[in-house]
């Protein structure tokens, strides 16, 4: 039986150690990885990452953690809280404990100017009861790197592999995830975060720039790794200003095919691909959906929003921060977001939904075919779709 539940932002190593405890055997992580695992997370505690748990009086019971990241919503950058590690104690599931530590969470981060909150889920409807909905699909590839088209590398294409990205990349890569998808800004701390290898199968990890004139024009985050006798090569971020840098890409992948047999690459659903490879994938998955939730409408207001131009006055269903509920009017002009209370809905839809259709992975009229809203007084007022895609580990 759970008492009165107590929440807390972690504060010292000790309960840091009970909630990795806790999520090691959430997560099944191997015994020969968890010290490992324990380290990854003593980085994240000292670099500000805040853990939210619920204890029910001295014992720990679950939590998560929440990665302040600054990700790119429709063009625009957003303090955007990541949700990684959610996890309870086996003898405590089911009673209630995440439920009470997301309804404080969601309150510490309104009072903390989140304006998004997102995670990768274990299962869809399980995060749906917390406001969550999908606004990702990325497709990954699993080839072999000798199928990939061929071209000699230009000489005026210089490559440069490095561990950790100098000020260069740091500052093509921003530039780029400002106006792409929902990339994620990064910091040393970010940087460090992507990069990190998790597990002993991992060998190596970093960055190769490509350069012409003088000009950085792309890049690939990538993790080395050995998987049963077999040496393979995982690609996160793949990011060109050209075609002839897509090819230089490719072709220096391809140069690796007596070092590496088996390649992955992660990219976004709009990725162009099967021009550059002579045979069939030996894999094509499509998933690593992620979920959204709005935190405080408010904070959207007057904010840049790549849509057509249209206005919309929508009632709100938030069952978790109250703050959303009512009857809210949206408006976009000129690619700038409006938002204010109104007294007449047009349509009705959850938080969740409706920060689908604001991402672009969705829109209304798609979402009332399949009964997620409920029209009023409905007049094919609509936003467009945008491309949506993010990489980072939270």
């Not at 093509?172 to 597990?199: C, G, M, P, T």
């Not at 994938?281 to 057509?308: V, W």
């Not at 938002?339 to 259709?357: F, N, V």
Request: with cysteine; charged share 25%.
């Amino acid at each position: 039986m759970i008492n009165i539940l107590n929440f807390k932002i972690l504060d010292n190593k000790k309960d840091l150690k009970k909630f990795v405890d806790i999520a090691a055997f959430s997560f099944s992580i191997p015994i020969s990885e968890k010290e490992k695992y324990l380290e990854r997370h003593e980085s994240l505690f000292e670099e500000g990452k805040k853990y939210c748990t619920a204890f029910d009086e001295s014992k720990l019971i679950c939590g998560f953690n929440i990665h302040d990241l600054n990700m790119t919503f429709r063009g625009a950058p957003m303090k955007t809280g990541g949700i990684g590690d959610v996890c309870s104690r086996n003898d405590c599931r089911g009673k209630g404990g995440i439920s009470f530590v997301f309804d404080n969470a969601l309150k510490y981060m309104k009072e903390n100017n989140f304006i998004l909150s997102a995670l990768y889920p274990f299962n869809f409807n399980f995060y749906r009861k917390y406001g969550y909905e999908i606004f990702t699909d990325s497709t990954s590839y699993d080839i072999s790197s000798s199928t990939l088209y061929f071209e000699k590398n230009n000489e005026n294409i210089i490559i440069e592999e490095m561990d950790f990205p100098d000020e260069e990349t740091k500052i093509y890569y921003n530039e780029f995830a400002s106006k792409n998808y929902n990339l994620v800004q990064r910091d040393d701390i970010n940087w460090k975060n992507s990069l990190r290898n998790f597990f002993s199968t991992e060998i190596k990890s970093g960055i190769v720039k490509f350069k012409q004139n003088n000009l950085m024009k792309g890049l690939i985050r990538y993790f080395y790794k050995n998987i049963n006798g077999k040496n393979k090569l995982v690609i996160k971020d793949l990011i060109f200003s050209d075609e002839n840098i897509k090819k230089s890409i490719f072709s220096y992948i391809k140069s690796l095919s007596y070092q590496i047999s088996d390649l992955s690459i992660l990219v976004p659903s709009d990725f162009l691909i099967w021009p550059y490879l002579g045979d069939y994938p030996k894999q094509k998955t499509s998933g690593g959906n992620c979920m959204i939730r709005i935190i405080d409408i408010e904070k959207l207001n007057d904010i840049k929003f790549i849509s057509q131009d249209t206005s919309i006055n929508i009632e709100i269903i938030d069952h978790n921060c109250s703050w959303n509920n009512g009857i809210w009017s949206l408006t976009v002009n000129d690619n700038r977001l409006y938002i204010e209370k109104t007294s007449k809905a047009h349509i009705k839809t959850d938080i969740g939904t409706l920060s689908s259709i604001l991402s672009g992975f969705t829109n209304i009229k798609d979402m009332i075919s399949v009964k997620r809203i409920e029209t009023i007084d409905y007049n094919d007022q609509d936003f467009n779709l945008y491309n949506t895609f993010i990489s980072e580990p939270f």
